[in-house]
């Protein structure tokens, strides 16, 4: 199974930008799609992106679309999610999931310890 490490969190001001990473070890990273996801006090979990092995597959919460971005280095074992104009709604402890299967990522094999967020107003 891949083990994931997710870094790249903190307190930015609304408007502003930050870059997540998520580093994956134990399997071979361009096998596994992808995702970001995240959890706000109170509030169900919610795919925020993902994208599929070879990055032909991406999808974005419309919450999201226009602001933030996925991407994958496979060479590097590492999926980014640059986040560009943020909002005070951002806010929450966000987490990498890794599956085999695109279609399964909400249930996916493998998912980072989670970096807070903090968009402050």
């Known amino acids: 199974q891949v083990s994931l490490v997710d870094t790249g969190g903190g307190l930015v001001q609304a408007g502003g930008s930050l870059r997540l990473s998520c580093t994956a070890s134990g399997r071979t990273f361009s096998n596994y799609a992808m995702a970001w996801f995240r959890q706000a006090p109170g509030k169900e979990r919610e795919c925020v992106a993902k994208?599929?092995?070879?990055?032909?597959?991406?999808y974005y919460a419309d919450s999201v679309k226009g602001r933030f971005t996925i991407s994958r280095d496979n060479a590097k074992n590492t999926v980014y999610l640059q986040m560009n104009s943020v909002k005070p709604e951002d806010t929450a402890v966000y987490y990498c999931?890794?599956?085999?299967?695109?279609?399964?990522?909400?249930?996916?094999?493998?998912w980072g310890q989670g970096t807070q967020v903090t968009v402050s107003s």
């Open positions: 994208i599929s092995e070879s990055a032909l597959l991406i």
């Open positions: 999931a890794a599956d085999p299967s695109y279609s399964k990522l909400d249930s996916a094999d493998a």
